[in-house]
């Protein structure tokens, strides 16, 4: 029979096992493809010998997940797509601060929540698309100028339900005012060639086949389409150079309120901040590296530099609310 005394030694070697076994894996909740993802959880698990668990699914039952999960939770960390979506679980309380001077130093300040509950890991912009058989370069200036009447019957759209949509609309609201930004959405709603579009792919496709000439998309859409056709007879533009820049939103990732493993969870993040995976996170899925010292790929590159907006990204999800419900006033649907 054991005594007392090795009986503590074995239970304490039973836990610290538990502990260590434990940390060589980090579950993450994630609403991007697998593809996009798995390639970079691969490596790190390759440099670290740590696992990580991925489940994929939409954000919004991810985060439902999260928060009915609570104590009990499963996931370490959520990973999704543009701050808006962000905010929302940071509002929630299913995420909680990340402290980690690493990241602070990888991530400036505008791609992070002040809070600290979530940080950028790829950039994309949304911006303009236009035919290059119909349109000239020249003739474009402004998000708001594609109000004007020279678009009218010219203009795509994708839904205004797209967080993406709502996150564009919140930054104007944030630059010019309610009043001014529902006089702009109300001119693009006029200007609408076609019923609005469920994603950006087919609202490209609808320039290349005629049935608009602009459009307002993300930029890596584009970037797949044009890998797949080189020849695409339309280009991206990079609207308000000469005020504000142009709109540029992330995918991003939170450490949960209840994370069973933070300080794995944390370090993988770092690492996903850094350049080896900035390198590999962006270039993938065509997206432009949150950290600066990281250059995006040679496809991203070739489609050219641009001033972006400075407007904190968060406030993308602070304006969610109130851009909802200026676009339904508006009529974009």
Not at 287 to 304: D, L, Q, T
């Amino acid at each position: 029979m054991l005594s007392r005394k090795h009986l503590l030694a074995a239970l304490t070697l039973t836990l610290f096992g538990g502990v260590a076994q434990a940390a060589d894996e980090v579950v993450v909740y994630s609403s991007r493809i697998d593809e996009l993802i798995k390639p970079v959880f691969d490596a790190y698990t390759a440099k670290t010998g740590v696992k990580i668990k991925f489940i994929t699914d939409k954000e919004a039952p991810l985060m439902q997940r999260i928060k009915a999960e609570g104590e009990n939770a499963t996931a370490d960390l959520l990973l999704t797509v543009d701050a808006g979506n962000l905010w929302q679980a940071e509002q929630m309380g299913i995420l909680k601060p990340i402290k980690s001077a690493v990241i602070d130093a990888n991530i400036p300040k505008q791609y992070r929540a002040s809070s600290g509950d979530w940080t950028g890991l790829s950039l994309r912009a949304r911006t303009i698309a236009y035919s290059t058989e119909r349109v000239k370069p020249e003739e474009l200036s402004t998000y708001e100028a594609l109000a004007d009447k020279q678009w009218e019957g010219r203009l795509c759209l994708r839904t205004a339900k797209k967080v993406y949509n709502q996150s564009l609309t919140a930054t104007l609201i944030e630059t010019h005012g309610a009043e001014k930004t529902e006089a702009i959405i109300k001119g693009w709603v006029n200007n609408l060639s076609t019923d609005v579009f469920s994603d950006d792919t087919a609202l490209l496709q609808a320039i290349n086949a005629g049935q608009c000439d602009v459009g307002i998309v993300n930029t890596y859409y584009y970037g797949r389409l044009h890998k797949d056709n080189p020849q695409l007879p339309v280009k991206l533009f990079w609207p308000n150079q000469a005020d504000r820049g142009v709109h540029v939103n992330l995918s991003g990732i939170g450490l949960t309120r209840y994370a069973p493993h933070p300080e794995a969870a944390v370090k993988l993040v770092e690492w996903m901040t850094g350049e080896e995976a900035q390198k590999m996170f962006a270039g993938i899925n065509q997206e432009f590296p949150a950290n600066p010292k990281v250059a995006p790929s040679e496809e991203v590159a070739a489609w050219g530099t641009f001033k972006a907006d400075t407007i904190p990204v968060e406030l993308a999800g602070k304006r969610q609310a109130e851009a909802i419900r200026l676009m339904d006033r508006a009529g974009w649907n």
